[in-house]
Nanobody, 123 residues
Framework: EVQLVESGGGLVQAGGSLRLSCAASGFTFDDYAIGWFRQAPGKEREGVSCISSSDGSTYYADSVKGRFTISSDNAKNTVYLQMNSLKPEDTAVYHC????????????????WGQGTQVTVSS
């Protein structure tokens, strides 16, 4: 059974930090790029970051570039998203996903995704 389980969300003040984790199982981790996308009420889904399983290259949306950092621990099949300098507009449910390639192709093609973790940034 494919599972992607996110954790690490919460309530934080503007300017604060959170680290999200995504634990993956049930598929060959090395075959998929892993991405993070977010969904806020009334807004379109936004792909915010991705890490390639082919060469470790990364992608960041302009809205988070310079503030978020994605990393991967292949031994643990876990991907992390370090989020710094958080802004109220970062408030959303954050999901991790196994994308339809080992490369970070934009727009993201989602094969599997998790239930998400809520991130709320207060002003």
């Amino acid at each position: 059974e494919v599972q992607l389980v996110e954790s690490g969300g919460g309530l934080v003040q503007a300017g604060g930090s959170l680290r999200l984790s995504c634990a993956a199982s049930g598929f060959t981790f090395d075959d998929y790029a892993i991405g993070w996308f977010r969904q806020a009420p009334g807004k379109e889904r936004e792909g915010v970051s991705c890490i390639s399983s082919s060469d470790g290259s990364t992608y960041y949306a302009d809205s988070v570039k310079g503030r978020f950092t994605i990393s991967s621990d292949n031994a643990k099949n876990t991907v992390y998203l370090q989020m710094n300098s958080l802004k109220p507009e970062d408030t959303a449910v954050y999901h991790c996903a196994a994308l339809g390639s080992s490369w970070c192709l934009v727009p993201f093609l989602y094969d599997y995704w998790g239930q998400g973790t809520q991130v709320t940034v207060s002003s």
